[in-house]
């Protein structure tokens, strides 16, 4: 059974850092793709970053260049998004997905399973 299991979240201050993780149950992650995304209350589901399966290629969301960056450990099985400078627009359900690279659509991965989602919550 294919698992995405994401934690990390919670409350933190605006200017401050949090690290997501993301663990993969039941595939090897170095087969895929990984993708981060956000929903904010009321919101559409948003694409935050994307990780090529050999960590070498990586995009990012306009809003959060510069201040998040993704990496996996494929021995571990697991991905990271690392976020900085985390401002209340940042609030949101974090999901992390896996899945092959797409060259076309709004997205530059075509999701084969998602995670749970973990809350991030930035406080002003």
């Known amino acids: 059974?294919?698992?995405?299991?994401?934690?990390?979240?919670?409350?933190?201050?605006?200017?401050?850092?949090?690290?997501?993780?993301?663990?993969?149950?039941?595939?090897?992650l170095?087969?895929?793709s990984m993708g981060w995304f956000r929903q904010a209350p009321g919101k559409d589901?948003?694409?935050?970053?994307f990780n090529s399966w050999s960590g070498n290629r990586t995009s990012y969301v306009?809003?959060?260049?510069?201040?998040?960056?993704?990496?996996?450990?494929n021995a571990k099985n697991t991905a990271y998004l690392q976020m900085n400078s985390l401002n209340p627009e940042d609030t949101a359900v974090y999901f992390c997905a896996i899945g092959v690279?797409?060259?076309?659509?709004?997205?530059?991965?075509?999701?084969?399973?998602?995670?749970?989602?973990?809350q991030v919550t930035v406080s002003s």
């Open 62 to 73: 306009d809003s959060v260049k510069g201040r998040f960056t993704v990496t996996r450990d």
């Open 30 to 32: 170095s087969s895929y």
């Open 101 to 118: 690279p797409a060259y076309s659509g709004p997205y530059p991965i075509r999701v084969d399973y998602w995670g749970k989602g973990t």
């Open 1 to 28: 059974q294919v698992q995405l299991v994401e934690s990390g979240g919670g409350l933190v201050q605006a200017g401050g850092s949090l690290r997501l993780s993301c663990v993969l149950h039941g595939r090897t």
């Open 45 to 49: 589901r948003e694409f935050v970053a």
